[in-house]
């Protein structure tokens, strides 16, 4: 009776996993996940070049809210290039273009920080 218990247990995973895939399909026709972020695919290349020990540090410090100062430096890049994209006022756009070199070169700066500080440590 063991062997057709772990038979039963088997097929009910597959049953599981037929219902769960098919909820998705019907989801993916209706359109649900169309607008969800991040839609296209993440490249994973740099992260996998960490130690393990650094990636498993770093989902700790993402969990709690904790970003590394390139992290918010970024997203604000990619906060005033959005902005700028979607400007067509000339003076804004002057603004946006000056705070989006201001930006980069604050992500330059911090990068360079996190450099010397890894050579030296």
């Known amino acids: 009776?063991?062997?057709?218990?772990?038979?039963?247990?088997?097929?009910?995973?597959?049953?599981?996993?037929?219902?769960?895939?098919?909820?998705?399909?019907?989801?993916?026709?209706?359109?649900?996940?169309?607008?969800?972020?991040r839609r296209d695919a993440i490249e994973l290349d740099e992260y996998f070049k960490l130690p393990a020990e650094l990636r498993m540090a770093y989902s700790v410090l993402k969990s709690a809210g904790c970003v590394p100062e390139e992290v918010e430096l970024l997203k604000e890049v990619h906060r005033i290039q959005t902005e700028l994209d979607g400007s067509t006022d000339p003076v804004a756009r002057q603004k946006l273009e000056r705070a989006l070199a201001d930006a980069k070169l604050s992500v330059s700066l911090a990068l360079e920080r996190q450099r010397r500080s890894e050579k030296s440590g």
Do not use: C, H, Q, Y
């Open 1 to 37: 009776m063991p062997a057709l218990a772990g038979l039963l247990e088997g097929n009910r995973d597959v049953t599981w996993e037929r219902i769960a895939e098919r909820k998705i399909r019907e989801a993916m026709s209706e359109g649900k996940f169309d607008n969800l972020p």
